[in-house]
């Protein structure tokens, strides 16, 4: 069964400074696709990246970067120069394959939250 | 943009009651999905809709029941509450399936059952 692992409950990062947030990934499909969302306090998912498992370059959105390493099934989000605004929770998640094929279901690990401190 | 609404950011409701989630997505999404996100356990997928009238179970389905009798709703029905339903409830959509389509989020509903 596939399946998304975070084991970071909680982190604290100093304002300007980068952070790796944690994220392994368990599957046996060849091709199935990673996302990051940011949960605020305020509820809403707001999605932050995506890293295709044949995609040939790490994922990149501004600040954001998307650590991929396939031998290691980790997909571990890299936030540079953090900002007060970044103190959320963060969740990884992978899309659900099924007899092979992806489908249009999401599985969501537990999340990390994410204290950025002045 | 694409927003997805739901009818009420916070809910209280009494034990036994039946209780009504709206969502409203303006983006002409194929797919809607309802979600229920606890402390320590992630998002866990109730139910989703591929289509009109269409609707799969997820991987908590019990206690809970869907509608969509238009392609921009999706309702969540709970049938009788309980206390152990007490929960923020997250509404997303998407368009239909590509591998990388990303879902797009409500504001969430949290839920307290008395």
């Known amino acids: 069964a596939q399946k998304i692992t975070q084991t970071q409950p909680g982190m604290f990062v100093q304002e300007k400074e980068a952070v790796t947030l944690d994220c392994t990934y368990d599957?046996?499909?060849?091709?199935?696709?990673l996302f990051w969302y940011k949960q605020p306090s305020s509820g809403e998912m707001i999605f932050l990246i995506y890293?295709?498992?044949?995609?040939?370059q790490n994922a990149t959105e501004g600040r954001y970067s998307l650590n991929f390493q396939k031998a290691r099934k980790s997909a571990n989000l890299v936030i540079s120069a953090s900002q007060l605004g970044d103190s959320a929770m963060y969740f990884c998640a992978m899309r659900e394959t099924s007899y092979g094929g992806a489908t249009n279901k999401l599985i969501f690990g537990t999340g990390t939250l994410l204290a950025v401190q002045p | 943009d694409v927003k997805v609404t739901q009818s009420s950011r916070y809910l209280v409701k009494r034990t036994g009651e039946k209780v009504f989630l709206e969502c409203v997505q303006d983006m002409d999404h194929e797919n809607m999905f309802w979600y229920r996100q606890d402390p320590g356990l992630g998002l866990r997928l109730i139910y989703f809709s591929y289509d009109v009238k269409m609707k799969e179970k997820g991987d908590i389905p019990e206690g809970y029941s869907v509608s969509r009798e238009k392609k921009e709703r999706f309702s969540l029905i709970l049938e009788s509450a309980s206390t152990n339903q007490t929960s923020m409830y997250l509404c997303a959509s998407s368009l239909f399936f590509q591998q990388s389509y990303e879902q797009y989020f409500g504001p969430g509903t949290r839920l307290t059952v008395t």
């Open positions: 599957t046996s499909d060849p091709s199935y696709g």
């Open positions: 890293q295709g498992s044949y995609d040939q």
